[in-house]
């Protein structure tokens, strides 16, 4: 079973541009969650979806910054004219069932976005 | 302001040493405590977790317990090896997409 899959691994954008991040859930799972990680810091939660429909979004900035997680393929992190401050790691997990199961993350390698 | 605050690192330590990684949490009610390792290049991996007060997790080695009274969730192992060389994440979580991370801890072993 492979596990959450996430591409590309290293994307490097200019300041303006649009960056797409993907990740596809492990087998099984339609839980699915993206996270960011600054330099030196933890990670921080960004929002929650489940197929087609997004849950909780509360950690995803107002503006330029948009995710989906449609019924077929995967899950979409789309970021829109790019900032050097979006520069930082973006990582996907997957779980099986609902949050309030307590079932386990399962994170993904995540990608690396630089701004140049 | 973050609500998981871990020891700051990087913590260096020789083979065969004991680690203490620590780390506190505020909040309300009885949250699910967890660490996390990412090694490099790597995602998050869970390491072990407690889901009530006293609860002790464990794997590879390593223990953390669920101290409801210091609010905290220690992690420990008794004798480092350098594949343990990683970046430690104390997480708690009221459900699962309510997941808060520290800002990590850098552990690197040598030989």
């Known amino acids: 079973n492979a596990g959450v899959m996430q591409n590309p691994r290293h994307l490097v954008r200019r300041r303006g541009q649009e960056a797409r991040l993907r990740c596809s859930p492990m087998k099984g799972h339609s839980h699915v969650y993206w996270y960011r990680q600054l330099p030196e810091e933890g990670l921080k939660f960004m929002v929650y979806l489940q197929k087609e429909n997004i849950i909780d979004e509360s950690g995803m900035p107002k503006e330029r910054f948009s995710a989906e997680f449609p019924k077929e393929g995967p899950s979409i992190l789309r970021i829109q004219q790019v900032v050097r401050g979006d520069s930082a790691a973006y990582f996907c997990a997957s779980s099986r069932r609902d949050p309030n199961s307590g079932d386990e993350q399962f994170f993904g390698p995540g990608t690396r976005l630089t701004v140049l | 302001g973050n609500s998981v605050t871990q020891m700051e690192g990087p913590v260096t330590l020789s083979e065969e040493a004991f680690l203490t990684i620590n780390c506190t949490y505020t909040?309300?009610?009885?949250?699910?405590l967890f660490w996390y390792v990412q090694y490099p290049g790597e995602g998050l991996q869970l390491l072990l977790k407690?889901?009530?007060?006293?609860d002790k997790g464990s794997n590879k080695g390593f223990e953390a317990t669920y101290r409801k009274e210091t609010t905290s969730f220690h992690l420990e192992k008794g004798s480092v090896q350098v594949s343990d060389s990683a970046v430690y994440f104390c997480?708690?979580?009221?459900?699962?997409?309510?997941?808060?991370f520290g800002a990590g801890t850098r552990l690197t072993v040598k030989p």
């Open positions: 997480a708690r979580s009221y459900n699962n997409n309510d997941m808060r």
């Open positions: 407690a889901t009530k007060a006293d």
């Open positions: 909040a309300t009610g009885y949250p699910s």
